[in-house]
Every structure is written in C-alpha cells, then in structure tokens.
T-cell receptor, first 114, second 110 residues
Framework: NAGVTQTPKFQVLKTGQSMTLQCAQDMNHEYMSWYRQDPGMGLRLIHYSVGAGITDQGEVPNGYNVSRSTTEDFPLRLLSAAPSQTSVYFC?????????????FGPGTRLTVT | KNEVEQSPQNLTAQEGEFITINCSYS?????LHWLQQHPGGGIVSLFM???GKKKHGRLIATINIQEKHSSLHITASHPRDSAVYIC????????????FGTGTRLQVFP
C-alpha cells in the first residue's frame, strides 16, 4: 500500500492563480481531511469528507473548495491564491467515518504564494 | 483561549533521560490523539486514547478524563526521538473533527 499520497510536494503560485492539490489513499478509508499548518499554530482543518459524495467545512474553509467523487481521491482547490494561503498542507485519512480512528497523514505540500 | 494546550513548548534532554510531555484540554472529549512530526515534516499517529493508558515500545500515553489531562512519556530517550509531538482532541459532540495543540518540540542530544 502506498498509504496517503499528495502531489505536488512543493508549489509556488502568484497571487490570483488557481491550482489543485491532489490527495489519494489506497486503504479504502471513508474519512479524509485537509489541514494547513502555519508556524506557531496547530494544524487547522480546512475541509473534510466522511465518504464519497459528502464534504463539509472545517475551521478555515474560505478560499478553498473540495469534492469527493471517489473513495480514493480528495482534491483541494485554491480558487484565487492569496499570500495568506502560504502554508504547508496535509491530507489525512482514517478507516472510520470520523476523527475517533487512527489518522494516516500524507507527506505534505509546501505552498508559497507570492 | 485554545481548547488544547501543550507544555512545554520546547524541551531538550540528554540521551537516556525520561521525558514527559503534557496536554490539557478544556472541553468534553471522546478521544485524544498523540502524533509525532518528524524533522522532515511527516506526521505519524502514535496513540489514540479514550481512557487509561497505552504503551508502545518506549512510549507510554496516559489520560485522566476527570482532570482533562493527558501525558506522553518517553523512557530511555534517544536522539531519534527528536521531533515535534502533537496532541489532538475529538470533542464529544463533534466527532468529525480533530482540534490540535501547537506541539512540543523535543531535542534529545547524545
């Protein structure tokens, strides 16, 4: 099993550009989530999904869209990048339908918006 | 006020020392996670607890639900234990989301 994979590892965007961060898992996990990690702050939930076709907002959803058309994939779209979205982004999955299960994290994507 | 507080923020130790990292929270929870973030950035799950104590190798995690407090202990610490240790809670009325502490940075010197 590859586990949770994320692409790209690094990305530089100009303000106003859009892009999609990819996340995939091959463990047939129902729950997937996106977090951002900023210096001095804990990981913060952006969006999450409890199963294919179901998504919901987390703590900091503004400026981001998600969809979950398959169990395996959970892409995160930045609609119009802003410098405030410079961060490290982590995707995670777990075998249950919530956060009461062991979490499996991807390696992260470091995004810089200039 | 953060719902999850970790202490200390930074910790240095000599190889072989016993380490304790603390996590306090202010709300009712259904579970608490301990995670490790390696210097390269990867995050791995160490423990998930809802009561009592769990042990894996040199790592021990305990939780006291009444006192809203959890500890992560590392026995016989080693330089490879150097990492950021993160506590995260699942609120009892919102089990879809993890709420994270800001982490404890541990450095173990030979």
């Amino acid at each position: 099993n590859a586990g949770v994979t994320q692409t790209p590892k690094f990305q530089v965007l100009k303000t106003g550009q859009s892009m999609t961060l990819q996340c995939a898992q091959d463990m047939n996990h129902e729950y997937m989530s996106w977090y951002r990690q900023d210096p001095g702050m804990g990981l913060r939930l952006i969006h999450y999904s409890v199963g294919a076709g179901i998504t919901d907002q987390g703590e900091v959803p503004n400026g981001y869209n998600v969809s979950r058309s398959t169990t395996e994939d959970f892409p995160l779209r930045l609609l119009s990048a802003a410098p405030s979205q410079t961060s490290v982004y982590f995707c995670a999955s777990s075998p249950g339908t919530g956060a009461n299960y062991e979490q499996y994290f991807g390696p992260g994507t470091r995004l810089t918006v200039t | 006020k953060n719902e999850v507080e970790q202490s200390p923020q930074n910790l240095t130790a000599q190889e072989g020392e016993f380490i304790t990292i603390n996590c306090s929270y202010s709300v009712g929870i259904s579970a608490l996670h301990w995670l490790q973030q390696h210097p390269g950035g990867g995050i791995v799950s160490l423990f998930m607890l809802s009561s009592g104590k769990k042990k894996h190798g040199r790592l021990i995690a305990t939780i006291n639900i009444q006192e809203k407090h959890s500890s992560l202990h590392i026995t016989a610490s080693h330089p490879r234990d150097s990492a950021v240790y993160i506590c995260a809670i699942v609120k009892v009325w919102n089990t879809d989301k993890l709420i994270f502490g800001t982490g404890t940075r541990l450095q173990v010197f030979p």
